[in-house]
């Protein structure tokens, strides 16, 4: 919960994904005008991009560096490491 994440005025990929779900529920349903329902499909494309971008840098994040055998640095996911397999 206390992560030091930013407080800017991106949304969490949580609240994004609620605030999404409402705007096309109300598109959806034709809820308001069609000044309104503009506006709702604006805001949807920027939280879609948004959300995007957030899922990118939180994959990686789960990334890890590991030099192989033959000195060659790959990325893998975190906590596949040779423990799992048996390595070396």
């Not at 994440?5 to 779900?21: C, H, K, R, Y």
Request: proline share 3%; charged share 35%.
């Amino acid at each position: 919960m206390g992560k030091s994440e930013p407080a800017s005025d991106a949304p969490t990929v949580e609240m994004a994904l609620e605030e999404l779900e409402r705007l096309v529920g109300r598109l959806e349903h034709g809820e308001g005008d069609l000044e309104q329902a503009l506006g709702d499909f604006e805001r949807g494309v920027h939280l879609v991009r948004a959300c995007a971008d957030m899922l990118t840098k939180m994959e990686l994040r789960v990334q890890q560096l590991v030099v192989t055998e033959d000195g060659e640095i790959v990325t893998e996911p975190f906590g596949d490491d040779a423990g799992e397999d048996g390595g070396q």
